[in-house]
């Protein structure tokens, strides 16, 4: 009978992963220590997969002791506490190296846009977060589009009773999903503050908290699942 072949150890984790495997147990997600980072949600997983984060080991080890010895839970005080810590890593040549961020999405005029398909949906429409918190810090009014299938809404089509009540602003797909749009210009939109507050309450899933509101205001049917959702701004005259 030939040998058992033996299993490779299992790698070991470096200082960032390990970080934010204590930082997952006290209860947070690779999106909160994202956040708490000021990067990407994808980074926090390359600690693991391509041993990355050697540069975040300082701001993670104080935001555990923040968090362990002191109480401290939220991640906007965590995130001031970590960016005292963050360094930005050189370059060969020994500049500093530049750290990718999104463009702007909101203009000097308020007007923003924001769209998530269906793998940003799945991750709880995390790229559209930041633009509606400027959105509520400006004061800004905000509408949205969503994409679900006909059957996931409680109105019929154009139907007076839902927003927005014509049907030049539902538009029907072939594959039986129906867009719809709440709020506008004309009508006044919505308060982004108010959203943001539902974002935060949702733990960041803009996903989560639009659908909410849907069949909250009743909308959709709870069991409905959102497949495209846009954001639009602009400052109330």
Do not use: C
């Amino acid at each position: 009978m030939p040998p058992r072949r033996r299993r490779p150890p299992a790698p070991q984790l470096n200082d960032a992963a390990q970080l934010a495997d204590q930082l997952q147990a006290a209860g947070y997600t690779k999106r909160d220590i994202a956040r708490i980072i000021n990067r990407d949600p994808s980074l926090v997983s390359q600690f693991y997969t391509k041993n990355k984060g050697a540069a975040f080991v300082p701001a993670l080890t104080q935001v555990l002791a923040a968090i362990q010895s002191a109480g401290i839970t939220d991640t906007t005080e965590l995130a001031a506490i970590a960016a005292g810590h963050i360094t930005r890593r050189t370059t060969a040549a020994g500049t500093k190296a530049r750290v990718r961020t999104k463009a702007l999405l909101i203009t000097p005029t308020g007007t923003g846009t924001g769209r998530a398909g269906a793998q940003a949906i799945a991750s709880g429409s995390a790229r559209l977060r930041p633009l509606i918190a400027e959105a509520a810090r400006q004061g800004l009014r905000l509408a949205f589009t969503v994409r679900l299938a006909r059957s996931g809404y409680v109105h019929a089509s154009g139907s007076r009773t839902d927003s927005p009540g014509i049907r030049r602003d539902v538009i029907q797909r072939t594959d039986h999903t129906e867009e719809r749009s709440y709020g506008s210009a004309a009508t006044g939109g919505f308060d982004a503050a108010d959203f943001a507050r539902r974002v935060d309450q949702s733990a960041g899933d803009v996903t989560a908290a639009i659908h909410q509101w849907l069949v909250d205001t009743g909308r959709i049917h709870p069991g409905a699942h959102i497949t495209h959702l846009e954001i639009r701004t602009w400052r109330p005259r």
